[in-house]
């Protein structure tokens, strides 16, 4: 894909000004930063800063005339628009619930988007046996979502938004309502998927361990009005497992709570 050095996402100078609930709530200020192509980047701040408010945004999911609000800045996705990205399904999203169709089976969930598209079903069928395979759960394609527990639901969210090979892959704490040892084995399988398919991963999050133990690099935002604080650089190999207790893990982690306090 194209020159590797230029970024993927860019965003500069980004405002977002509520007007509907309260007047002039400021969601958040003049963010920039930039992702490069098959980084592992999360955004990090605390609840209420305006994480979900941006991924809304960089995944077009906000639509402009249904909500009273002053978006100002700029974002370009592969050089383009959200809108156009999201149209050409540039990107792939998983929110904090699964949102799975409980009438389909696991199987027709995945390929969802790929009967969207019409895609022949000989290459559905190749295509949705590649993604449970990969996130594991090949075994699992005629269950109902119920079915499945909560970590396993977000393996076949993430094998949704993987369905159309888009570039990137946006999160938005897609594993904070799981317990802490089940958030350790998605973080694990998310790395490797990372790894396999070399997608641009932007991860939010308000967990700093989980950021330490995914990311490359670490936006911090301030409360609210989000801010870039901080954009920390993770010098750690991967896996990470093995240094989990180490001191150099320790300081990091350290690093991202003072930068969320500063
Ligand atoms: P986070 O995901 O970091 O917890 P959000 O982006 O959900 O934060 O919200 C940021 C702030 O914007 C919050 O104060 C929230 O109440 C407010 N907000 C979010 N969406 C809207 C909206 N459509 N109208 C008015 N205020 C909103
Ligand atoms: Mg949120």
Not at 55 to 69: C, E, M, Q, T, V
Request: hydrophobic letters at 40%.
């Amino acid at each position: 894909m194209g020159d590797s050095n230029e970024p993927i996402l860019k965003v500069k100078d980004l405002g977002v000004v509520f007007n509907d609930i309260k007047l002039g709530l400021i969601a958040l200020e003049s963010i920039t930063f930039d992702v490069k192509e098959s980084e592992f980047v999360s955004i990090i701040g605390p609840s209420g800063c305006g994480k979900s408010t941006l991924f809304k945004l960089l995944a077009d999911l906000i639509d402009s005339d249904g909500i009273n609000a002053g978006i100002s800045g700029n974002i370009e996705v592969l050089g383009h628009s959200p809108e156009y990205a999201r149209k050409n399904r540039k990107l792939g999203v998983v929110f904090q619930k699964p949102t799975l169709l409980e009438w389909r089976d696991i199987r027709s969930n995945v390929a969802l988007p790929l009967e969207i598209m019409r895609v022949n079903r000989s290459e559905i069928k190749q295509r949705v046996d590649e993604l449970l395979a990969m996130v594991g759960l090949e075994s699992y394609g005629s269950f109902r979502p119920s079915q499945l527990s909560g970590g396993m639901q977000q393996r076949i969210s993430i094998a949704r938004a993987l369905a159309y090979d888009p570039d990137i892959l946006l999160m938005d704490e897609p594993f904070s309502a799981l317990d802490e040892i089940k958030r350790r084995e998605m973080n694990d399988s998310l790395l490797r998927i990372w790894k396999q398919t070399g997608k641009t991963i932007l991860f939010v999050t308000h967990s700093i361990q989980e950021a330490v133990y995914l990311s490359e690099r670490i936006i911090v935002l301030s409360e609210r009005p989000g801010k870039v604080k901080d954009i920390l650089e993770i010098p750690m190999k991967y896996p990470r497992d093995k240094y989990l207790d180490s001191d150099q893990y320790f300081d990091l982690q350290n690093k991202v709570r003072h930068a969320l306090s500063k």
